[in-house]
């Protein structure tokens, strides 16, 4: 199926002003990368697992189509917006670096396994990834997400 940009709207403006607010914060606070890295992912874990959580059950419901654990235990499926959350918190307050970039790079890089996995398969449905409030399309864009995310831990691991 051919997507038109129009299609990723929603992504795109919560991104941009993700971005927005790490780079004001930056200003303002005076520029360092991993303080941005920080600020970048907490604010994206707390702004992607609060619209999961309007829709617990409809987040839940649709991600179980295609994350590898979510398939075989649902109750993850019910977790994992929390767990985003309290990532996002845990990187906004400081709290044990070493432990929060650890959970972030094998919460996101399975995450992007069960994503990989489905696009290789050429199934097509919405991501959850801004939980069920918008219809986002699952695309190698949800894949990059994932893996930008543990990317960036990863690299605060080896900092």
């Known amino acids: 199926?051919?997507?038109k940009l129009r299609d990723f709207v929603p992504l795109i403006v919560i991104f941009s002003l993700i971005?927005?607010?790490t780079i004001l914060r930056q200003f303002y606070m005076g520029f360092h990368m991993i303080s941005a890295m920080r600020d970048f992912m907490g604010s994206f874990f707390i702004v992607f697992g609060a619209f999961k959580v309007f829709n617990l059950r409809g987040f839940a419901t649709a991600y179980q189509t295609y994350d590898?654990?979510?398939?075989?235990?649902?109750l993850y499926a019910y977790l994992y917006p929390f767990l985003e959350l309290a990532l996002g918190v845990s990187y906004f307050v400081g709290?044990?670096?070493f432990v929060t970039n650890l959970a972030t790079v094998v919460l996101m890089s399975?995450?992007?396994l069960g994503v990989f996995n489905e696009l290789r398969k050429g199934n097509e449905f919405m991501c959850a990834c801004l939980g069920v409030v918008f219809k986002i399309p699952m695309t190698y864009v949800t894949l990059l997400e994932d893996l930008l995310m543990a990317v960036m831990a990863l690299i605060m691991l080896l900092i």
Do not use: I
């Open 110 to 112: 399975f995450s992007a």
């Open 19 to 21: 971005l927005l607010f």
């Open 95 to 97: 709290w044990n670096p």
């Open 1 to 3: 199926m051919q997507y």
């Open 68 to 74: 590898l654990l979510a398939k075989r235990v649902a």
